[in-house]
């Protein structure tokens, strides 16, 4: 099964599930957390394939973020994606990264829908994207046993790690996380897809499923999924370590390998084709998942500290 969450021309914001090019509409004030918390989501699916409150056309829909996570982990899955920034970050790959999947806790107050505008983080002139692929947790759990995690799954869906890599950069190198570098957007989307969906398509430790990155049409990224190095399973292993899981709770891939420009400034900066700027539109698209689009605006003033800064 495929959910959106979408404005309904009868007001507010309603899930729903997607078949073929139409929406199957549930009831009014019922959010796609909620279904996670009761467990329900099956059962939602055939409620709205039977009964639907209402039928839409998929086209023309506006699509909000299909659910307001309670937390997102985005981790290290793509191990090549360190390799290829690694020179220009001055950030070497630690080998500690072979052991475990690192990952940081992102702003789930930014989080934005598949087709949003985003701004520009305040004072950055090397605004990115990143490709990337989150799991849902479904089922609440802690220290998981790896076979099994994918148990606790829910859905898959695009994830897009807005990135401002000047203030990214300024801020590592302090021996910090990355915090205002990675603060200001992050979009989920366009469709929760069930694990069943994408079952046909399993390939080593993920599924073989490709994945595109377009800036004004122009193809910047490519990859596939299943050339992850960590895979959800030892993801939700290692982030359920000595803490709960719980529904709705995000888990990020982290970039797929050429899946952001940064990659591109850092393996071949002569040839480079310059951060996002205003106007520009990025489109990101994963196979089976769908696509997000979203046109870059200008972002604010950075207000000064005491400092000056």
């Given at each position: 099964?495929r959910?959106?969450?979408?404005?309904?021309?009868?007001?507010?914001?309603?899930v729903?599930?997607?078949?073929?090019?139409?929406?199957?509409?549930?009831?009014?004030?019922?959010?796609?957390?909620?279904?996670?918390?009761?467990?329900?989501?099956?059962?939602?699916?055939?409620r709205?394939?039977?009964?639907?409150?209402?039928?839409?056309?998929l086209?023309?829909?506006?699509?909000?973020?299909?659910?307001?996570?309670?937390?997102?982990?985005?981790?290290?899955?793509?191990?090549?994606?360190?390799?290829?920034?690694?020179?220009a970050?001055?950030?070497?790959?630690?080998?500690?990264?072979?052991?475990?999947p690192?990952?940081?806790?992102?702003?789930?107050?930014?989080?934005?829908?598949?087709?949003?505008?985003?701004?520009?983080?305040?004072?950055?002139?090397?605004?990115?994207?990143?490709?990337?692929i989150?799991?849902?947790?479904?089922?609440?759990?802690?220290?998981?046993?790896?076979?099994?995690?994918?148990?606790?799954?829910?859905?898959?869906l695009?994830?897009?790690?807005?990135?401002?890599r000047?203030?990214?950069?300024?801020e590592?190198?302090?021996?910090?996380?990355?915090?205002?570098?990675?603060?200001?957007?992050?979009?989920?989307?366009?469709m929760?897809?069930?694990?069943?969906?994408?079952?046909p398509?399993?390939?080593?430790?993920?599924?073989?499923?490709?994945?595109?990155?377009?800036?004004?049409?122009?193809?910047?990224s490519?990859?596939?999924?299943?050339?992850?190095?960590?895979?959800?399973p030892?993801?939700i292993?290692?982030?359920s370590?000595?803490?709960?899981?719980r529904?709705?709770?995000?888990?990020?891939?982290?970039?797929?390998?050429?899946?952001?420009?940064?990659?591109?400034?850092?393996?071949?900066?002569?040839?480079?084709?310059?951060?996002?700027q205003?106007?520009?539109?990025?489109?990101?698209?994963?196979?089976?998942?769908?696509?997000i689009?979203?046109r870059?605006?200008?972002?604010?003033?950075?207000?000064?500290?005491?400092?000056?800064?």
């Amino acid at each position: 099964m495929r959910f959106v969450t979408y404005a309904s021309p009868a007001g507010g914001d309603r899930v729903g599930l997607v078949v073929d090019d139409q929406v199957l509409g549930l009831e009014p004030r019922v959010t796609l957390l909620d279904l996670l918390d009761a467990d329900d989501l099956a059962a939602a699916g055939e409620r709205a394939a039977t009964a639907p409150s209402e039928t839409l056309p998929l086209e023309g829909l506006t699509l909000r973020a299909p659910l307001q996570p309670r937390s997102i982990r985005d981790c290290t899955g793509f191990l090549q994606h360190l390799r290829n920034c690694q020179g220009a970050a001055d950030i070497p790959v630690d080998e500690r990264h072979n052991q475990f999947p690192a990952f940081y806790f992102s702003n789930v107050a930014a989080v934005i829908g598949p087709h949003d505008d985003v701004a520009i983080s305040p004072g950055s002139e090397k605004f990115d994207y990143e490709l990337e692929i989150a799991a849902v947790i479904g089922r609440a759990g802690s220290n998981i046993l790896l076979h099994r995690a994918e148990s606790h799954i829910a859905g898959y869906l695009l994830l897009c790690d807005w990135s401002a890599r000047d203030l990214q950069i300024n801020e590592m190198a302090m021996q910090l996380g990355p915090a205002k570098g990675k603060d200001g957007a992050n979009t989920l989307g366009p469709m929760l897809v069930t694990p069943d969906e994408i079952e046909p398509f399993r390939s080593r430790n993920a599924f073989d499923l490709g994945m595109a990155g377009y800036v004004n049409d122009e193809l910047v990224s490519e990859g596939r999924w299943d050339s992850i190095d960590w895979g959800f399973p030892d993801m939700i292993t290692y982030t359920s370590r000595g803490t709960t899981l719980r529904p709705g709770d995000v888990i990020g891939s982290g970039t797929v390998p050429s899946g952001c420009l940064f990659e591109h400034f850092a393996m071949n900066p002569d040839e480079f084709r310059g951060w996002l700027q205003p106007g520009d539109v990025v489109r990101l698209v994963v196979e089976q998942l769908g696509e997000i689009r979203h046109r870059v605006i200008e972002g604010e003033k950075p207000q000064p500290l005491s400092s000056g800064f």
